[in-house]
């Protein structure tokens, strides 16, 4: 039997899909997770042959490790949540995904209900936390349209930072669409993805969106094919590609 060095319980859980870091070591610390039959606690080490449970129930993380990362792009239609189940009995963007065996699908980053376009999923947990953490950098690219054009100015201070109630935001470009009456679209990038950031920063300016949708997430852009509540695999070329950008960022 070939030996396997012990890893730490967060890594080993997330990477298999079963959770991210944080809600593993929230699991721990109310007791939830066992390894062997005795508590977990936060430092502890696993092996695959070790028995992990998840209140009472036998969780299967070596299966899930052995299993190719895989990505899907999703086309998000304006009126989804990006929770898995809603209190308010709104579709949510899990339910139309296809079934996993021994993981489960993690969102990498969200949209507002009222925002369309690429989400990303993947079945390995740390690649998601890494492609989402801010040290990342990942770029996102944005189509917006917006009432009125906006001045040289205000673009300009768009791009140099303005200050949010959780602090400053600037997107790395920004570029004309056009547009015909009150209606003129803009392409803009940003590095992270704050809660409602883009929105709220044409907001900062006085200035309202009518519609934004996602068309880009790193090296992966919105399938022009891919219609509204449909998924696409990414092939292995393309998930090595997103391999690279964290072990470069690593």
């Known amino acids: 039997m070939t030996n396997i060095a012990p890893e730490r319980i967060q890594k080993v859980l997330a990477q298999a899909g079963i959770g991210s870091r944080r809600e593993i070591e929230g699991w721990i610390t109310a007791g939830r997770l066992s390894i062997n039959g005795q508590r977990a606690q936060l430092g502890d080490k696993i092996t695959p042959a070790d028995k992990v449970r998840l209140d009472g129930q036998l969780l299967h993380p070596g299966a899930s490790s052995t299993q190719k990362t895989r990505i899907l792009a999703y086309h998000k239609p304006v009126g989804e949540v990006c929770t898995r189940k809603d209190e308010k009995g709104r579709p949510t963007v899990f339910e139309k995904l296809p079934r996993i065996k021994n993981g489960r699908w993690i969102g990498i980053g969200r949209l507002d209900i009222n925002t369309s376009g690429l989400l990303l999923f993947t079945n390995d947990g740390e690649l998601a936390n890494k492609l989402m953490h801010p040290s990342g950098e990942i770029e996102r690219e944005y189509a917006v349209r917006v009432f009125g054009e906006a001045s040289k100015e205000t673009l300009k201070k768009l791009v140099d930072g303005v200050e949010l109630e959780d602090g400053n935001a600037r997107f790395t470009s920004i570029h004309d669409g056009g ?13 992270e993805g704050r809660n409602r950031e883009v929105r709220r920063m044409w907001e900062s300016q006085g ?8 068309v880009r997430y790193g090296p992966c852009f919105l399938p022009r094919d891919l219609r509204p509540g449909h998924y696409h695999e990414l092939g292995r070329t393309e998930v090595n590609q997103f391999i690279k950008v964290v072990k470069r960022e690593a």
């Open 207 to 214: 200035i309202t969106v009518s519609r934004l949708i996602r």
């Open 179 to 191: 547009g015909k009456g009150t209606n003129h679209w803009y392409h803009v990038t940003i590095m």
